[in-house]
């Protein structure tokens, strides 16, 4: 896809936010801005991150940052319960050709994608249901989609 600019919601030990990074580096551009609300977790993840060039860490929570420009891929990886707020929150800033990135929505974890089909029942978003081991919500912005 060649993002400029993803955006990742829950850091947690930054292990998701380094293979982002890695792709953005082999792409040639891009960055990724990543949020986790808990200090100690934050601490321990920002050194790791930070060693990254392509990568930045914020210690808010993932509905309170401001975050300039468009986004092109957001991955929604915090709260379980908070993954549909989030992608409310940032709808206005994703590029409608990008994706949107949903994690934990298998048949199980009913809450991720009971969400994703609500936000495709309102007309926000079309969604396509990856059946990985946890279930991943891939997912396009439908206002401004040509
Ligand atoms: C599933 S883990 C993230 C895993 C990480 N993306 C990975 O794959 O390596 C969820 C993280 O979200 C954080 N979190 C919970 N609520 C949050 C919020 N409102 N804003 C940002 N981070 C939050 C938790 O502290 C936890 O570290």
Do not use: Y
């Not at 380094?18 to 601490?43: H, M, Y």
């Not at 969400?115 to 439908?142: C, F, H, M």
């Amino acid at each position: 896809m060649k993002p400029q600019l993803v955006v990742e919601t829950g850091t947690f030990a930054g292990v998701s936010t380094l293979w982002i990074a890695e792709g953005l580096k082999q792409n040639g551009l891009g960055r990724v801005i990543t949020c986790e609300s808990d200090p100690e977790v934050f601490a321990k993840a920002k050194e790791r991150i930070e060693a990254s060039d392509l990568a930045g860490c914020r210690n808010e929570s993932s509905l309170k940052p401001q975050i300039k420009g468009t986004i092109d891929i957001l991955f929604a990886d915090s709260n379980v319960p908070l993954r549909e707020q989030e992608v409310r929150h940032f709808l206005p800033q994703i590029n409608p050709n990008g994706l949107i990135l949903m994690h934990d929505a298998s048949s199980q974890m009913k809450t991720v994608r009971e969400a994703a089909l609500r936000l495709e029942q309102e007309g926000l978003i079309s969604v396509v249901l990856l059946p990985t081991p946890r279930g991943l919500v891939v997912a396009q912005k439908r206002q401004g989609r040509k």
